[in-house]
Nanobody
Framework: VQLQASGGGLVQAGGSLRLSCTASGVTFSRYSVGWFRQAPGKEREFVAVFRGNGGRSYYADFVEGRFTISRDNAKNTVYLQMSSLKPEDTAVYYC???????????????????WGQGTQVTVSS
């Protein structure tokens, strides 16, 4: 399984970015894909996930309605639309996937089997 993340960049506070994560080597409709982020000196933290097998999306509390995760199974791709970005959203964003993700595990990065390479998001004030 390979995951390819893209879409990061530099944006001013209040702006928007859309991240993409494309998977290969997996039955994508059954595959859960999440986004994590890691800022310098901080732990990797959960942002959002869209579970496979017709499941739904879940978000970290800090998202506060600003981000939307979606998936296009025909394109093997999950998107993270980020709006109203804040400087504290600055981090490397990683997509991660699992074919066996249970609901109680969605926020634990150790339980995702596959990881993309990360894409830098920088929000200037």
């Amino acid at each position: 399984v390979q995951l390819q993340a893209s879409g990061g960049g530099l944006v001013q506070a209040g702006g928007s970015l859309r991240l993409s994560c494309t998977a290969s080597g997996v039955t994508f409709s059954r595959y859960s894909v999440g986004w994590f982020r890691q800022a310098p000196g901080k732990e990797r933290e959960f942002v959002a996930v869209f579970r496979g097998n017709g499941g739904r999306s879940y978000y970290a509390d800090f998202v506060e309605g600003r981000f939307t995760i979606s998936r296009d199974n025909a394109k093997n791709t999950v998107y993270l639309q980020m709006s109203s970005l804040k400087p504290e959203d600055t981090a490397v964003y990683y997509c991660a996937g699992s074919s066996t993700l249970i609901l109680s595990a969605i926020r634990d990065p150790r339980l995702y089997n596959n990881w993309g390479q990360g894409t830098q998001v920088t929000v200037s004030s």
